[in-house]
C-alpha cells in the first residue's frame, strides 16, 4: 500500500514563497507519476502540476505556470512543489497525488492521495 504524507503548507503574504513536500512510502516510488491538486473553500478540487517517474516532463496549470516548478528526488522518495509569486487565490488545501497507471501527464486521475496540507496566502 502507498502512502503519502504531505508537508511545508502555512501562512505567507502575498508575493512569497512556500515550498511544499511529499513522502512516499513503498519501494517502487522511483515508478509512480506524481501530481499537486489543490482545492479551495466551496470550489472542487483542481489540478496544479505533474512530473513523469523519471522528473524529465512536466504539467501545469495554466493558473500556476511560471510561478510554480515541480520536481522529485526519486533516492529520498520525495516529491516537491515550489510555490514563488503566491497570490490570495492560491489559497487552498494541497494534495499530493500518484498513479503507476501509465497515462498520460494531461491525464488527472490518480490512484493515492495524500491528506493534505494547507496553504494560505495573505493580501
Known amino acids: 500500500q502507498v502512502q503519502l504524507v504531505e508537508s511545508g503548507g502555512g501562512l505567507v503574504q502575498a508575493g512569497g514563497s512556500l515550498r511544499l513536500s511529499c513522502a512516499a512510502s513503498?519501494?517502487?516510488?522511483?515508478?509512480?507519476?506524481m501530481g499537486w491538486f489543490r482545492q479551495a473553500p466551496g470550489k472542487e478540487r483542481e489540478f496544479v502540476a505533474a512530473?513523469?517517474?523519471?522528473?524529465?516532463?512536466?504539467y501545469y496549470a495554466d493558473s500556476v505556470k511560471g510561478r510554480f516548478t515541480i520536481s522529485r528526488d526519486n533516492a529520498k522518495n520525495t516529491v516537491y512543489l515550489q510555490m514563488d509569486s503566491l497570490k490570495p487565490e492560491d489559497t487552498a488545501v494541497y494534495y499530493c497525488?500518484?498513479?503507476?497507471?501509465?497515462?498520460?501527464?494531461?491525464?488527472?486521475?490518480?490512484?493515492?492521495w495524500g491528506q493534505g496540507t494547507q496553504v494560505t496566502v495573505s493580501s
Open positions: 512530473i513523469s517517474w523519471s522528473g524529465g516532463r512536466t
Open positions: 513503498g519501494r517502487t516510488f522511483s515508478s509512480y507519476a
Open positions: 497525488a500518484g498513479r503507476t497507471t501509465i497515462r498520460a501527464l494531461t491525464d488527472t486521475r490518480y490512484e493515492y
